[in-house]
C-alpha cells in the first residue's frame, strides 16, 4: 500500500515542483504579473481612457464620429497644427548643425576647456524648460535689456513664433548634442588612417567617412528634437502669445472651456507625431549594422591648431549663450522689481516661499522626486532583469517588452490627460488616487520609465549570460545571483537612471498639469501660475530654486558615483 501510495502521488512531480519554487520560478512569474498590472493600470488604461473620451457622448450630445470631424474641419486645427509642424521642423533645422558641429569639436579637435564646455551645455537639463522662456522675456521682451536689438533683427515682440523657437533652441540643444556626441565617439581610427595613406582632403573625409558612419545618430537626434519640441508645452505656454499649438489647445479646452471631448481629439492628434516618430526611430534603429567591430581602433583627434582655435572660439559662443540665458534668470530673480526697481535683494524668494506659502511647493517636489527615484530606480532594474536574465514564461515576456517602450511614443500632456478621465472617473475603484502624491509619483515614473529601461538592458545586455548559467547549473535562485553579481556590477548604469528619474520629476510640467491639487501643487507648475497671475519676478525665483536643487542633487550623485567607482568598480581599472 505503501508504496502504491508514493507512486500515485510522483514524488519526482513534488520535487519538479519544489525545484521551480526553490529557483525562483514563482517568484519570476508574480514580478512578470506585478509589471504588467502596473503598466496596465497606469499606461494601457488612461491612453483607453482617452479613447473613451472621444466616443463619450452622455455630456456633449455628439458621437465621437462627429465631434472628430466637427474639429478637423476647424480652421483653428489647421492654424494650430501648422503653427505646431512649423515650430518643430524649424527648430530641429537650426539645432541639428548647431549641435552636430558642437560635438564634432568635443570629439574631432584637441580644444582647452572640454569638460567645462560641455558642462555648461548640460544647464537647460537641470532647469525646467520654463527657465529658458522666462530668461528670454528678460532679454527680449516687452521690458526686456536687449528688446531693441530683437527689433533690430525684424521682429516686433517676443511674444510669439520666434520667441518660441528661441526658447526651444536652448532647451533641445542638450537632448541632441548628447546623441549625436554618442555617435561621433563610436568612430574607427582605421577608416581614417586609410583615407590619410590616400590624401583624402578633410572635408571629403567629412561626407565621405563621418556622416555615413553616423547618419543612424542624425536621424534619431532630428527625431528627438521634432517630438520634444511639438510635444513642449510649458514654453509656449509662457512666449506663446496668440500663436496657438496643440499642446495649448489641449490645455485651453480641458481647463479653459471643460470640453473634454474635444480635448481628447486633440491629445489622440498629438500622439500621431510622436507615435510616428518612435516607428521611424525603431524601423531604422533595426536596420541599422554596428560600424564598429571588434578589431576597431580608437579615433585620437589630432593637433590641429588653426581649426583648434575655430572650433574653441565657436563652443566657447555657445557656451557663453548658455550661460548668458541661465545668468539672466539669476539676475532678475534678485532684482526688486523689474524693470523700475533694479535693486538686488531676496524679495522675490520671500514672496514666494512666505507670503504666496509656496514652499510647500518645493518640498512637494522633493518628495515627488524622492519617490519617483526609489520607487523608478527599484523596478526599472527589477523589470530589465527579469525580462533580460531569466528564462520561460515568452508570453508575458513579450507582452512586457512591448509595453515598456511605449512611454516613449506618449507625450506627457496626453498621458496626463488620460490620467484625468481614467483615474477620475467614479466607477473606478482607483478613484481615490487622483490628485494625490502617489499618483504624481506613478504617472512620473510611466512617463520615464522607457529611456531608463533602455540604459539597464544596455548594461545588463554587457554582462555574460554565462554568470546565470553557472547559478543555474548550481542550483542557486536567480535572487542571490542578481543581489551579489549583477547589481554591484549594475551600480553606475542604477545611479545614472536614479539621477535622471530625480532631475526629470523636479522640472516635469506637462505630465502633471492635470493631476495635481492645492495640496499637492509642484514647483514646476507654481512657475505657471505664477506667471498667469503676473509675478514673473516670483516664478523665476522659484526656477531658479529648482535649477539649484537639481545641480546640488547632481554633485551628489557625483560624489556617490565617485564612491561607488572605488568600492565596487575596481576591477574595472587597468
Not at 522675456?137 to 528688446?147: L, P, R, S, T
Not at 520609465?449 to 544596455?458: A, E, I, L, N, R
Request: hydrophobic share 55%; glycine share 6%; proline share 4%.
Amino acid at each position: 500500500m505503501l508504496s502504491v501510495s508514493t507512486k500515485n502521488r510522483s514524488p519526482h512531480g513534488y520535487a519538479k515542483r519544489f525545484n521551480g519554487i526553490k529557483n525562483g520560478n514563482g517568484l519570476v512569474f508574480l514580478v512578470l504579473l506585478i509589471i504588467l498590472l502596473l503598466l496596465s493600470i497606469f499606461l494601457i488604461g488612461p491612453l483607453l481612457a482617452i479613447l473613451w473620451q472621444i466616443f463619450d457622448d452622455s455630456y456633449s450630445k455628439m458621437s465621437g464620429a462627429t465631434a472628430i470631424t466637427r474639429y478637423l474641419s476647424s480652421p483653428s486645427l489647421l492654424t494650430s497644427l501648422f503653427n505646431s509642424l512649423f515650430v518643430a521642423v524649424i527648430v530641429t533645422l537650426i539645432v541639428m548643425p548647431l549641435a552636430l558641429t558642437f560635438a564634432y569639436a568635443l570629439t574631432r579637435s584637441c580644444m582647452p576647456f572640454k569638460k567645462l564646455l560641455r558642462s555648461l551645455t548640460l544647464l537647460p537639463l537641470l532647469s525646467p524648460s520654463l527657465l529658458a522662456a522666462i530668461s528670454i522675456i528678460y532679454w527680449f521682451g516687452n521690458q526686456g535689456i536687449a528688446k531693441s536689438v530683437w527689433q533690430c533683427l525684424g521682429f516686433d515682440s517676443i511674444y510669439g513664433a520666434s520667441g518660441i523657437i528661441l526658447a526651444e533652441c536652448f532647451a533641445i540643444f542638450p537632448h541632441v548634442l548628447m546623441i549625436l556626441v554618442t555617435a561621433l565617439s563610436l568612430a574607427d581610427g582605421r577608416l581614417y588612417e586609410a583615407a590619410n595613406a590616400l590624401g583624402t582632403s578633410n572635408i571629403r573625409k567629412f561626407f565621405t567617412i563621418t556622416l555615413p558612419s553616423i547618419k543612424y545618430g542624425l536621424i534619431s537626434a532630428s527625431l528627438v528634437s521634432f517630438t520634444l519640441v511639438i510635444t513642449d508645452f510649458g514654453i509656449p505656454k509662457i512666449v506663446g502669445g496668440d500663436f496657438d499649438v496643440l499642446a495649448t489647445d489641449i490645455f485651453r479646452l480641458i481647463i479653459g472651456q471643460q470640453d473634454f471631448q474635444q480635448g481628447a481629439v486633440v491629445a489622440m492628434l498629438l500622439l500621431l507625431p510622436a507615435l510616428l516618430t518612435f516607428s521611424v526611430d525603431y524601423i531604422i534603429r533595426h536596420k541599422h549594422s554596428a560600424s564598429l567591430s571588434a578589431r576597431a581602433v580608437t579615433l585620437i583627434p589630432k593637433v590641429n591648431l588653426r581649426f583648434d582655435r575655430i572650433m574653441m572660439t565657436y563652443c566657447s559662443l555657445i557656451g557663453l549663450l548658455m550661460l548668458a540665458m541661465f545668468l539672466m534668470a539669476v539676475y532678475a530673480s534678485f532684482v526688486s522689481f523689474w524693470p523700475y526697481n533694479l535693486t538686488l535683494s531676496l524679495l522675490n524668494y520671500r514672496s514666494v516661499l512666505f507670503d504666496s506659502e509656496l514652499g510647500v511647493a518645493i518640498s512637494n517636489s522633493l518628495i515627488l522626486a524622492v519617490g519617483t527615484t526609489l520607487l523608478g530606480t527599484g523596478l526599472v532594474f527589477l523589470g530589465a532583469y527579469i525580462l533580460e536574465k531569466t528564462k520561460g514564461f515568452y508570453y508575458l515576456h513579450t507582452i512586457i517588452r512591448l509595453l515598456v517602450v511605449l512611454p516613449m511614443a506618449v507625450p506627457g500632456l496626453v498621458l496626463g490627460l488620460g490620467y484625468i478621465f481614467f483615474f477620475n472617473a467614479p466607477t473606478n475603484p482607483l478613484n481615490m488616487l487622483y490628485q494625490t502624491m502617489p499618483l504624481l509619483i506613478l504617472c512620473t515614473v510611466i512617463h520615464f520609465y522607457t529611456t531608463c529601461h533602455m540604459t539597464m538592458v544596455t548594461a545588463l545586455k554587457a554582462i555574460d549570460k554565462e554568470f546565470e548559467a553557472v547559478s543555474d547549473s548550481l542550483k542557486v535562485p536567480f535572487y542571490k545571483t542578481m543581489w551579489r553579481v549583477t547589481l554591484p556590477i549594475c551600480l553606475p548604469s542604477l545611479i545614472d537612471i536614479s539621477r535622471y528619474f530625480f532631475i526629470n520629476a523636479m522640472t516635469t510640467i506637462s505630465a502633471v498639469i492635470f493631476l495635481y491639487s492645492p495640496e499637492t501643487q509642484l514647483a514646476s507648475i507654481a512657475i505657471l501660475n505664477l506667471d498667469d497671475a503676473g509675478d514673473v519676478g516670483g516664478a523665476t525665483a522659484m526656477a531658479v530654486m529648482i535649477t539649484a536643487i537639481s545641480m546640488a542633487a547632481t554633485a551628489i550623485y557625483l560624489l556617490l558615483g565617485w564612491f561607488v567607482d572605488q568600492r565596487t568598480q575596481r576591477w574595472r581599472q587597468s
